[in-house]
Nanobody
């Protein structure tokens, strides 16, 4: 069974930093891209950042210049460095993996709360 396990969420003050990690385990299929989505209370799930196996990176407009996504080139692991956090970054962050074939894989989510 394939699992994506997130870690690194928690509480940060405005202007602070957090680093999220996601590691895949089990029979991981061929992956085209991995990334992070988030869902704030009362809102839909939205893309935060995505990195393809070829290195293409996409960021949501409101995190550009503050968040950095990176990946391990040899195993299904991805990180999200979040700097200059804002209260509006508060959400549950989900790791996502997009296989070459089949449905997307999702982690269970990790809570990020930005508050003074």
């Amino acid at each position: 069974q394939v699992q994506l396990v997130e870690s690194g969420g928690g509480l940060a003050q405005p202007g602070g930093s957090l680093r999220l990690s996601c590691a895949g385990s089990g029979s991981i299929p061929s992956i085209d891209a991995m990334g992070w989505f988030r869902q704030a209370p009362g809102k839909g799930r939205e893309l935060v950042a995505l990195i393809s196996i070829r290195g293409r990176i996409d960021y949501a407009e409101d995190v550009k210049g503050r968040f950095t996504i990176s990946r391990d080139g040899t195993k299904p692991t991805v990180w999200l460095q979040m700097n200059n956090l804002k209260p509006e970054d508060t959400a549950v962050y989900y790791c996502n993996a997009q296989p070459t074939y089949g449905q997307d894989l999702w982690g269970h989510g990790t809570q990020v709360t930005v508050s003074s």
